[in-house]
Every structure is written in structure tokens, then in C-alpha cells.
T-cell receptor, first 113, second 113 residues
């Protein structure tokens, strides 16, 4: 079956540092890939997505590139802010079952001044 | 545009009781999905409803059920509650077309004592 593996957290960074959160997946075919973010006490918010190989999703300074050859979708941001502190989830879904997301375990990011 | 609204936000039940959670999707969205989030199992897909019909189902026991009404509002029910059912239950909606992404509500936090 499908699975998503994320790097263990928490990740602690100083403000303005470079962020990378690794995500790899196992799935048949060509899934769509997503990054969701969850702030304390809130639901999930879609951060970015990519639907085919070599697509780059981007939003609010975050980027991730769909790498079919390495089955990866790593999240990056050049300069993090304290307000980026949250839990980040990598996820995938298949065409035809777009509401059925398979999530990774989440990576907690803590950004300090 | 109002987001996905879930009620109640917090509730406490005892073992053996049943619970009903409600979700109002974004206006115009016909697909509603439910997810369970726990520290141990992470985010897991429960089921999806589209136009009042269950379209997809995750691997949960029959104690977990749902329905959708003609106005797209959805309810999920858990009968004979167990301690392990304590979780954040997230509802998400989308318009049901191929490329649309899920928008999540803030969740209903259920505690089973």
C-alpha cells in the first residue's frame, strides 16, 4: 500500500535559517503530492502541491519539487520566521480518490529568535 | 467565504456511549471527508461522501459511520466508544472536481473516559 515517510522532528531553527524537511513516498503510479501545515489548535491548511513529476509547488516562500526518480517531495524555505512554527505534514493521493490522503507522521518545526 | 465548520469543537464522553459530530462544508463543495488524528496513529482517512453517497472508505470498524445530507452537510457517528477513540476528528471538503484540493475544518476533539 501507499506510505509517506517524513524526517523525525522536532526541527529547531533560528529565525532566518534555511529549512529543509525531507519527505519520501511509496506508491504505485503517479500520485499527487502535498504539504499541509497545522498550527496549534487548528486544522490542516494546504501549503502547496504538485501533481506530476518535476512540478514545483510554491507558496509563502515554501517550495517543494516532485522528484519521481527519488520518490521525494522535500519542503524548503530560504529564511524561516517565528510564525512558521507549526507541524508540517507530507501527503499523497491518487487520481480518482483525491479525498483519500495518505499522510506522513508530521514534522514539528520550532523557530526561535 | 465561510470555511469548513465543525461542531462541537470539544466533547467528553464515557466508554460505551455514542457520539455524533457535525460538519458544514464550504458552500458549493459536494465532497466531504473525515479523518481521525491521534498521536499514535497519526492522520487516518475514515470515509468520503459525495452527493449523499459514500464514495471511499478507510480501514475502520463498523462502529464508525457517516452520512451526508442533501445540503452537503455531513455527520459522523461513533458507537460504543472505546478509550482509543479519543482523537481529533477532522472534516474536509472539496468541490468534487478532479483537480480540487481538500480544505480542512478546525476539528472536533473527542475525549473518551
Amino acid at each position: 500500500g501507499d506510505s509517506v515517510t517524513q524526517m523525525e522532528g522536532p526541527v529547531t531553527l533560528s529565525e532566518e535559517a534555511f529549512l529543509t524537511i525531507n519527505c519520501t513516498y511509496t506508491a504505485t503510479g503517479y500520485p499527487s503530492l502535498f504539504w499541509y501545515v497545522q498550527y496549534p489548535g487548528e486544522g490542516l491548511q494546504l501549503l502547496l502541491k504538485a501533481t506530476k513529476a518535476d512540478d514545483k509547488g510554491s507558496n509563502k516562500g515554501f517550495e517543494a519539487t516532485y522528484r519521481k526518480e527519488t520518490t521525494s517531495f522535500h519542503l524548503e524555505k530560504g529564511s524561516v520566521q517565528v510564525s512558521d512554527s507549526a507541524v508540517y505534514f507530507c501527503a499523497l493521493s491518487h487520481t480518482g480518490t483525491a479525498s483519500k490522503l495518505t499522510f506522513g507522521t508530521g514534522t514539528r518545526l520550532q523557530v526561535t529568535l | 467565504k465561510a470555511g469548513v465548520t465543525q461542531t462541537p469543537r470539544y466533547l467528553i464522553k464515557t466508554r460505551g456511549q455514542q457520539v455524533t459530530l457535525s460538519c458544514s462544508p464550504i458552500s458549493g463543495h459536494r465532497s466531504v471527508s473525515w479523518y481521525q488524528q491521534t498521536p499514535g496513529q497519526g492522520l487516518q482517512f475514515l470515509f468520503e461522501y459525495f452527493s449523499e453517497t459514500q464514495r471511499n472508505k478507510g480501514n475502520f470498524p463498523g462502529r464508525f459511520s457517516g452520512r451526508q445530507f442533501s445540503n452537503s452537510r455531513s455527520e459522523m457517528n461513533v458507537s460504543t466508544l472505546e478509550l482509543g477513540d479519543s482523537a481529533l476528528y477532522l472534516c474536509a471538503s472539496r468541490n468534487g472536481t478532479g483537480g480540487s484540493s481538500l480544505t480542512f475544518g478546525a476539528g472536533s476533539r473527542l475525549t473518551v473516559l
